[in-house]
């Protein structure tokens, strides 16, 4: 039989991990524009560019809108979206002259306005104000950029199916039957969606319920066509064809408590040649329960916050930072390595905080008034309110924290991962998905405290956190892979695995010739399928979820690939 036990269905990889880009569609409209002409109103155009290398470049325009102050515009803009990149965006708006060709004179330009991708899936509808040349207020002039996530993988379905009747195939028994359903593409061709089990020697089989993605089962389009054939068994390969029938996901979702949709099972042979041919059977389904799958994107857009912490590392082994081999000297002209990696990772998170404030921690230094060793302190040094204002005022802090304190260690960082993971727990027993945290650990070598680290992972793995680690300097950070958990389960000393993988790790000496962007690239890549995961595990829909599958179970579930 295992010519057909094997080709299951590919909904088996349901609640696997997700890839991490997106698309997004923008929408724009403007309002109180400024007015060139002279005798008739503008007639604007938006143009939105992009920046890579430093440079802008013209990604697409919309439409003109003749003679309108307040346009809004019918063109949809169609983006990737990468959490783990700064993706800069421009948005100009022009008043078009005859042709559809941006003028040269500075009157055609109405204003302008830079932001990022992050920024605007974040806010799910931003609005700014445009700005002229020079930073000048265009008049009272404002875009609004609606932000929505194409979401063609979007959820999957669970069939229970039973047939009725079956014409018998075999002389000495009854026939053994099981159920093939094919997509029908574009092109004719099909595609086998799922193979059920046989069931033996059964007229009015029973087939097990299977689950299968609406992108495998019809390719997320209710009318497509679904081809459904039942043989009897054969342990040759010879199966006696039984009968079909056609279906599609729209006639399947008529499926109600109490009502049953039903097929007659066809022989298009015995149609033909039979006159009192009626069908060899009837396929039933039963129940049809369809699941959501809600992605990063879901939660973000839904107002899910990201609260971003760094930790530094303050240990004796970074050198005096008045010396210029210090990994912790200030360069007037140059970040250090922590400056750069703080830099890169908050630029990402910053994004996604409303109020822009971000906690700054220090551990392994001696800090005033008494000079005691802490492995848990405010580098503002103020216990009671630990934050910073934007990513500007974490380096702010950092640079006025080094000449207060003296640099010592051991380089224990369980502390505050059990400080930031409590924290966590906090916002964790809300029952929404309204916060989630980044931990961003700074060091320049292997932890001391290894046992209580991966105990305290173990147990930060069931919050909303994750733990980024950056290895400063040219330490041999080979005993630190054993926290990221790519290699394998982390454990804590006692066996406990992580419930989820939550700990990227990787050595800045690794990118000191790349850009900033790919450091951030590679350290957050996996950050969209850590928030997913948490909070599907824990059963947790965005607090604004997209339109919603039209059906009232709806289960959150880890987005998945559709191969």
């Given at each position: 039989m295992n010519d057909v036990q094997e080709a299951t269905s590919p909904a088996t990889s349901v609640g696997g991990p997700a890839t991490c880009v997106s698309k997004v569609e923008l929408r724009v409209s403007c309002k109180a524009l400024l007015d060139r002409d002279t005798l008739n109103k503008s007639d604007p155009c938006v143009v939105i560019m992009t920046q890579a290398n430093g440079q802008w470049t013209e990604l697409d325009r919309t439409e003109v809108i003749k003679c309108n102050l307040h346009p809004?515009?019918?063109?949809?803009?169609?983006?990737?979206?990468?959490?783990?990149?700064?993706?800069?965006?421009?948005?100009?708006?022009?008043?078009?002259?005859?042709?559809?060709?941006?003028?040269?004179?500075?009157?055609?330009?109405?204003?302008?306005?830079?932001?990022?991708?992050?920024?605007?899936?974040?806010?799910?509808?931003?609005?700014?104000p445009l700005l002229l040349k020079y930073g000048k207020y265009a008049g009272k002039s404002t875009i609004t950029v609606h932000a929505e996530e194409i979401s063609g993988n979007n959820g999957y379905v669970e069939l229970f199916f039973c047939a009725k009747k079956l014409d018998d195939k075999d002389l000495f028994s009854k026939s053994d039957p099981f159920l093939e359903i094919y997509r029908v593409n574009d092109d004719d061709t099909e595609q086998l969606v799922h193979r059920t089990e046989v069931?033996?020697?059964?007229?009015?089989?029973?087939?097990?319920?299977?689950?299968?993605?609406?992108?495998?089962?019809?390719?997320?389009?209710?009318?497509?066509?679904?081809?459904?054939?039942?043989?009897?068994?054969?342990?040759?390969?010879?199966?006696?064809?039984?009968?079909?029938?056609?279906?599609?996901?729209?006639?399947?979702?008529?499926?109600?408590?109490?009502?049953?949709?039903?097929?007659?099972?066809?022989?298009?042979?015995?149609?033909?040649?039979?006159?009192?041919?009626?069908?060899?059977?009837?396929?039933?389904?039963?129940?049809?329960?369809?699941?959501?799958?809600?992605?990063?994107?879901?939660?973000?857009?839904?107002?899910?916050?990201?609260?971003?912490?760094?930790?530094?590392?303050?240990?004796?082994?970074?050198?005096?930072?008045?010396?210029?081999c210090s990994l912790h000297y200030i360069n007037p002209y140059q970040p250090n390595e922590y400056l750069k990696a703080l830099i890169a990772v908050g630029e990402i998170c910053q994004d996604y905080d409303s109020d822009k404030?971000?906690?700054?921690?220090?551990?392994?230094?001696?800090?005033?008034?008494?000079?005691?060793?802490?492995?848990?302190?405010?580098?503002?040094?103020?216990?009671?309110?630990?934050?910073?204002?934007?990513?500007?005022?974490?380096?702010?802090?950092?640079?006025?924290?080094?000449?207060?304190?003296?640099?010592?260690?051991?380089?224990?960082?369980?502390?505050?991962?059990?400080?930031?993971?409590?924290?966590?727990?906090?916002?964790?027993?809300?029952?929404?998905?309204?916060r989630y945290h980044i931990l961003l650990i700074l060091t320049d070598g292997v932890v001391t405290d290894m046992a209580d680290t991966r105990e305290a992972i173990v147990r930060a793995s069931y919050q909303p956190l994750s733990i980024i680690i950056v290895g400063v300097g040219n330490a041999d950070f080979t005993d630190m892979q054993i926290l990221d958990g790519d290699d394998g389960v982390l454990r804590s000393p006692k066996g406990e695995p992580v419930l989820r993988d939550i700990v990227q790790f990787v050595p800045f000496r690794d990118f000191k010739t790349a850009s900033p962007a790919a450091l951030a690239k590679c350290v957050l890549a996996e950050v969209p399928n850590q928030v997913v995961e948490y909070y599907s595990h824990k059963a947790i829909s965005p607090m604004c979820p997209a339109q919603d599958l039209p059906t009232p179970i709806l289960t959150p579930v880890a987005s998945t690939p559709t191969e």
């Open positions: 809004v515009f019918a063109k949809v803009f169609s983006l990737d979206y990468y959490f783990e990149e700064v993706q800069k965006l421009r948005f100009e708006v022009y008043d078009i002259h005859g042709t559809h060709s941006i003028g040269t004179r500075d009157d055609d330009f109405l204003g302008g306005v830079e932001c990022t991708l992050g920024q605007i899936v974040a806010q799910k509808k931003m609005v700014k069931i033996k020697n059964n007229l009015n089989p029973v087939w097990e319920p299977f689950k299968v993605s609406l992108i495998s089962l019809c390719s997320c389009d209710e009318d497509r066509k679904l081809k459904c054939l039942v043989w009897d068994y054969d342990s040759r390969g010879k199966h006696d064809f039984i009968g079909e029938f056609y279906a599609t996901f729209r006639e399947m979702q008529k499926i109600s408590s109490g009502n049953k949709v039903s097929w007659d099972c066809v022989n298009p042979k015995y149609k033909q040649k039979k006159r009192n041919y009626k069908n060899s059977g009837v396929v039933i389904l039963t129940d049809l329960k369809l699941h959501r799958v809600y992605s990063f994107l879901d939660y973000i857009m839904g107002g899910c916050q990201i609260h971003f912490t760094v930790a530094i590392d303050f240990t004796a082994s970074n050198g005096d930072p008045r010396n210029s404030r971000f906690s700054a921690l220090g551990f392994g230094a001696r800090i005033p008034p008494n000079y005691e060793v802490s492995h848990d302190f405010a580098i503002n040094f103020n216990p009671e309110d630990d934050e910073c204002e934007e990513i500007q005022g974490v380096v702010e802090a950092y640079q006025n924290c080094l000449p207060k304190i003296q640099l010592y260690g051991p380089t224990n960082v369980s502390p505050i991962i059990n400080r930031i993971a409590k924290l966590a727990a906090g916002d964790g027993n809300i029952k929404d998905a309204s």
